[in-house]
Structure formats: C-alpha cells, structure tokens
C-alpha cells in the first residue's frame, strides 16, 4: 500500500527557509503524481505544488511561483519542498500526497490525491 510521512516543518522568521521531506513507499515512484497541499486554520485547503517524473512536469501555486522548488532523489523514493523568503501567510500544515499518474482530470486539486501523509507543520513569524 501506498505510505506517505513528511518531514521538516518548524518554526522560521520572515524571509528564512525550510526544506520538507516526503519519504514514500509502496508505488512505483515515477508513475505517480507526488504533490504538496497545505492548510491554515480557518482556511480551505490550497495546492502548493505538485510533479510527475513521467511527464517531466512540475506545477507551482502563483503565491509560491519563485520561492517554491519541488525536487526528488528518484532512488531514495523521496520528494523535497525547498521553501525559501517565507512569509507569515506561508503558516499551514503541510500535506504530502500521491496518485497514479494519468489517471485524473486535474492533479492541481485535492480530490485528485487518495493517499495522503500525515501532515507537518510550518510557523512563520513576522
């Protein structure tokens, strides 16, 4: 079965950096969709980033477009959020997730994503 535990979260100031990891197991890793969403409270769910090795595509949020950078160590099964000038805003849990690639309409939204990690959490303060 798929297994999905992320890793990295932590309390950073405005304009610091954090890398999220997102270990992986039970899939064929480069037939699958590995995405990020997170989650503030009050707030609905928003896609952050999201990669298909297959079809050599990478997706970005436009309030993340430039600081974001989503990478992958194909041998270790394992995806990377590399998150840099944080914002206050940028204050969610953070949720991997994962999905057969080409199989789904739109793999920007959640619905899209069956298996999801446990989520970890990401403070930025002003």
């Known amino acids: 079965d798929v297994q999905l535990q992320a890793f990295g979260g932590g309390a950073v100031q405005a304009g610091g950096s954090l890398t999220l990891s997102c270990a992986t197991s039970?899939?064929?890793?480069?037939?699958?969709?590995i995405g990020w969403f997170r989650q503030a409270p009050g707030k609905k769910r928003e896609g952050v980033s999201c990669?298909?090795?297959?079809?050599?595509?990478?997706y970005y949020a436009d309030s993340v477009k430039g600081r974001f950078t989503m990478t992958s160590d194909n041998a270790k099964n394992t995806a990377y959020l590399q998150m840099s000038s944080l914002k206050p805003e940028d204050t969610a849990v953070y949720y991997c997730?994962?999905?057969?690639?080409?199989?789904?309409?739109?793999?920007?939204?959640?619905?899209?994503?069956?298996?999801w990690g446990q989520g970890t959490q990401v403070t930025v303060s002003s």
């Open positions: 997730v994962a999905d057969r690639w080409g199989f789904r309409q739109d793999y920007t939204l959640a619905a899209s994503y069956d298996s």
């Open positions: 039970g899939f064929p890793f480069d037939d699958y969709a």
């Open positions: 990669t298909s090795v297959s079809a050599g595509m990478t």
